[in-house]
């Protein structure tokens, strides 16, 4: 038996759409884990130290078939993994940018994989902060049920190991303000640590070390959470009472 399907996540997947008589209106929020394919440079760079850690911070077209990222790498000194990451085939450009927190950043020019066409046929965002380690990534999908069934299908396709870790399902109408599994755990976990205490309980960039993650992109995170939010206070103090 394949790896992708275990009985769990297929009684996981069936529950969720028996209990949905909507389910073409209702969004589908489900994290998925997959090892990512060898012709793409984060698995096997990825796999080959799996003691650091790599997020994916954002992504910027800039071609046919081409987009650019910023990525934190955890450890090293800034540029130490310049060369390696430029021997890969599918990479074009290698810029080392910076220092941050306990790792570097990185703009790294690349060929698009497959899954960004599928998602700019369905018309689908990317999820980020895209995190990765030790050969697999860890990625959240927000969809509807055929857009999800699509996505599943392609990560089924060409990875070997895809597990559902978890799924969700929400009205459409509520997408917005829902705040997603990973912004729920960083919000709990910021509030618990002080960070949005009065006066202010931890800085940034402790609160980073204490995720293991980059200050960038704790922030960028927060910064999202805290946008969210506002916009469901804002809506409900305009609807009719």
């Known amino acids: 038996m394949r790896r992708s399907d275990r009985p769990e996540d297929a009684e996981r997947l069936r529950a969720l759409r028996q209990s ?3 389910v073409a209106e209702r969004l589908f929020i489900a994290t998925l884990r997959l090892r990512i394919p060898k012709t793409i440079w984060t698995g096997p760079f990825s796999a080959a ?3 650091i850690r790599l997020e994916a911070l954002n992504r910027t077209e800039v071609g046919r078939n081409a987009s650019v990222s910023d990525y934190w790498i955890s450890g090293a000194q800034a540029g130490e993994w310049t060369r390696e990451i430029e021997g890969y085939p ?3 450009r290698v810029e080392g940018l910076a220092e941050v ?3 570097c950043l990185y703009r790294i020019t690349y060929r698009e994989p497959p ?5 700019r046929k369905l018309r689908l965002p990317v999820q980020f902060p895209l995190r990765i380690q030790g050969g697999y990534l860890a990625w959240e999908v927000v969809a509807r049920r055929a857009e999800f069934d699509r996505v599943l299908q392609h990560a089924r396709e060409h990875s070997d190991d895809v597990s559902v870790v978890s799924v ?3 009205p459409l109408r509520s997408h917005l303000p829902m705040l997603t599994d990973a912004q729920q755990q960083l919000l709990t976990s910021a509030m618990a640590a002080g960070y949005f205490a009065v006066p202010r309980g931890i800085t940034l960039t402790d609160l980073a070390k204490r995720l293991g993650r980059s200050k960038s ?3 960028e995170s927060i910064a999202i959470i805290e946008r969210k939010l506002l916009e469901t206070a804002l809506r409900a103090a305009d609807s009719p009472r």
């Open 20 to 22: 949905a008589p909507d």
């Open 49 to 51: 130290h799996p003691g």
């Open 90 to 92: 599918d990479v074009l």
């Open 101 to 103: 927190g306990d790792g």
């Open 115 to 119: 899954v960004l066409g599928l998602y």
């Open 168 to 170: 969700r399902r929400r």
């Open 217 to 219: 992109s704790v922030s």
